[in-house]
């Protein structure tokens, strides 16, 4: 069987929440105790920069969080590579090829990207790094051959114009350099968890998130405000447990799933308090974020440790971009010096 190699990572503009941990984190534990798979897990700080360049601060302070919260839930350096985007030259070198093979077209008509732009309100104001964001993202997958990305279903359209990118490159310089690669997504059930206040999806851009590094009072206040049955005023009346914020979170996280079943049942025909279910909800979630908090504590007392850390992934994932670099230029006959 041949290796398996996943390319996932986030943007750091702030800590990472519950919506991360479900989304993909929980997913990357899983996949780095995977035999015959090697993970690389890519910090996007120059992605990030691309909406954020006039508060560089914000993605350089963020950077750390974000190191902090992958340790914390236990990914482990030894197993997987984690790298900051910024410290690997050949992405944007490779980005500047396949531009080439892009039309501006192309990317107008790229779902997500359309859905971004208009989400970020910048009319006619759009910075051209955040216009070009599938090409560098086709860049990034590409460095290091990466045969499996993980994404959630709105990022379909991301991935198949990075497959595109590779059909294309491949079948103009007729040589199999780069790798298509396959789209993982996660399980239908699963989806993307809803913020604490109902309002689509959980977000650090509308505050609307449990981050995993939470104090105790910060996710009891939280829960306590969660979005329930508007209607359900009273104990004694029938409540409505679809769109019951409380009930999806417990759908995801209390291991008692009959339990929850038999739950919704009482609250349906009434005489069950949203109180009592938050209070659940509050043990099981302390119960959940109190070791990765502890141990993002600890780790957070040695920033130069998590430095250390990150440089030593970034020199192995230069490493690998370097090769598939090399690689690129020579089948394109741009290696004018090689000896």
Same mark, same amino acid.
């Given at each position: ?20 941990? %479900? *989304? ?7 996949? #780095?105790?995977? =035999?015959?798979?090697?993970? +690389?897990?890519? &910090? ?106 993980? %994404? *959630? ?7 198949? #114009?990075?497959? =595109?990118?590779?059909?294309? +490159?491949?079948? &103009? ?167």
């Amino acid at each position: 069987m041949s290796k398996k190699i996943i390319l996932t990572g986030d943007r750091p503009t702030g800590k990472l929440h519950l919506g991360h941990y %479900v *989304g993909s984190l929980e997913n990357r534990l899983k996949l #780095q105790e995977e =035999e015959d798979t090697e993970m +690389f897990i890519m &910090i996007a700080d120059q992605q990030a920069l691309t909406d954020n360049a006039d508060n560089p601060q914000k993605i350089i302070e963020s950077v750390t969080e974000v190191a902090l919260d992958y340790l914390a839930i236990g990914i482990d350096p030894n197993k997987t590579t984690i790298f900051l985007q910024s410290q690997i030259p050949q992405l944007p070198e490779l980005m500047m090829y396949y531009m080439n093979l892009v039309s501006v077209s192309r990317l107008q008509r790229n779902p997500t990207v359309k859905q971004e732009l208009k989400s970020k309100n910048f009319g006619e104001s759009i910075p051209t790094g955040f216009f070009t964001y599938p090409i560098s993202q086709a860049a990034d997958i590409t460095a290091f051959g990466a045969t499996h990305v993980p %994404v *959630g279903e709105d990022q379909k359209p991301m991935i198949e #114009q990075t497959r =595109e990118i590779v059909r294309d +490159f491949n079948r &103009i310089y007729n040589k199999e350099v780069l790798v298509e690669p396959e789209i993982v997504l996660p399980p239908k059930k699963q989806g993307r968890l809803v913020g604490i206040d109902g309002n689509g999806k959980m977000s650090k851009s509308l505050n609307n998130g449990i981050y995993l590094s939470d104090s105790p009072k910060e996710i009891q206040d939280k829960i306590m405000k969660m979005y329930t049955d508007p209607n359900h005023i009273r104990i004694e009346d029938p409540g409505q447990v679809e769109g019951n914020v409380v009930f999806t979170y417990l759908d995801i996280f209390d291991p008692n799933k009959e339990e929850v079943e038999s739950l919704k049942e009482h609250y349906r025909r009434g005489g069950l308090g949203d109180v009592k279910l938050k209070r659940r909800l509050n043990d099981i979630m302390q119960d959940m974020l109190r070791p990765i908090r502890e141990r993002r504590e600890e780790l957070a007392k040695d920033k130069e440790a998590i430095y250390k850390m990150l440089e030593e992934g970034s020199k192995k994932a230069e490493k690998v971009a370097a090769k598939t670099l090399a690689e690129v230029k020579e089948a394109m006959g741009i290696n004018y010096f090689k000896k």
